[in-house]
């Protein structure tokens, strides 16, 4: 993965950048509850770079890799997640995968949808359409994947996600899915929360929980203004006792490199290497779709392939 520099060749912004997006765990109502709060501005400005994207295509993927993290909270070791959007209106539909080790990555399938909009368009639903989300989790020890498929009936990611729960898994959860941008388009917070009840919970803690979520600000700004995700967490619920459970840093971050792509290249048939070789045209590019990467080959490489 290559990726663009938005720092302008300053290693040292970029690192402090980077610490500070991290995912932190945490329980409360004496354990009734546990949840997942993540800042990740730095990851949604990375990808809004890598994939060229306007400000209304930033939102809707941003969300999307918020909500993939969130949804590794409880993951562990090699396990991972996938989410993934069908849907009939401009957006098409997107891929988002993230893992344990705090990675994501993803794309849309129409990362120009916005060119179709009317220029006063602002109904996210409508951007959807009428369409499936699904989630599928590749889990170490299991030996197939566990997938769920459900309707989207809100066509927002926080509402579609916490319906998914209580269709698929029975799960209470609620979801918070947060991007600020100031005032030129441009990136300034971004991040989400996850609050899910476990077995046993009561519906008064039900209740209270659902009372702090939705007066809950604007997550994205919250950050925007320079809140930590812990303090975020002590913060808000400070009411049922939430204790911290651990955090770890997130990372927009895809594992495609120059000797994958040769690899998918080598395996070509001979007559395709060949009539690369000969034809180009040249450099011949690959792109990774996950990351937006591109890998050049020039006419030397094929030859070397064909010899």
Not at 31 to 51: D, S
Not at 278 to 302: I, K, M
Request: glycine letters at 10%.
């Amino acid at each position: 993965m290559i990726k663009k520099d938005i720092y302008n060749g300053d290693p040292k912004a970029r690192l402090k950048a980077s610490a500070q997006d991290r995912l932190f765990r945490f329980i409360f109502a004496d354990g009734m509850m546990r949840g997942g709060v993540v800042k990740a501005t730095q990851i949604v400005q990375e990808m809004r770079a890598n994939h060229e994207l306007g400000p209304i295509e930033t939102l809707i993927l941003g969300q999307a890799y918020i909500a993939g993290i969130l949804l590794t909270f409880n993951l562990k070791g090699r396990d991972r997640i996938a989410l993934q959007t069908q849907c009939s209106g401009p957006v098409k539909g997107l891929d988002v995968e993230a893992n344990a080790l705090g990675e994501v990555r993803g794309y849309l399938k129409n990362s120009i949808f916005s060119r179709e909009l009317p220029p006063d368009a602002t109904d996210i639903p409508s951007m959807f359409g009428a369409g499936f989300i699904t989630v599928t989790r590749y889990l170490e020890d299991a030996k197939t994947p566990y997938s769920g498929k459900v309707m989207m009936e809100y066509g927002t990611m926080a509402q579609d996600l916490a319906g998914y729960f209580v269709q698929s898994e029975q799960t209470p959860t609620a979801f918070s899915l947060g991007i600020h941008f100031d005032s030129r388009g441009n990136v300034k917070g971004a991040g989400g929360m996850v609050v899910q009840a476990m077995p046993g919970a009561s519906d008064d803690i039900a209740s209270r929980t659902e009372k702090i979520i939705s007066s809950v600000p604007s997550i994205g700004e919250e950050f925007a203004r320079g809140e930590k995700p812990d303090t975020f967490i002590l913060k808000h619920f400070h009411g049922m006792n939430p204790l911290l459970l651990g955090n770890h840093r997130v990372e927009f971050f895809c594992r495609c490199t120059q000797k994958a792509m040769e690899r998918y290249l080598s395996r070509l048939p001979g007559e395709d290497i060949r009539d690369l070789a000969q034809n180009g045209p040249f450099p011949v590019e690959l792109r990774c779709h996950n990351c937006n990467t591109h890998y050049t080959f020039e006419q030397s490489y094929f030859e070397t392939l064909l010899s």
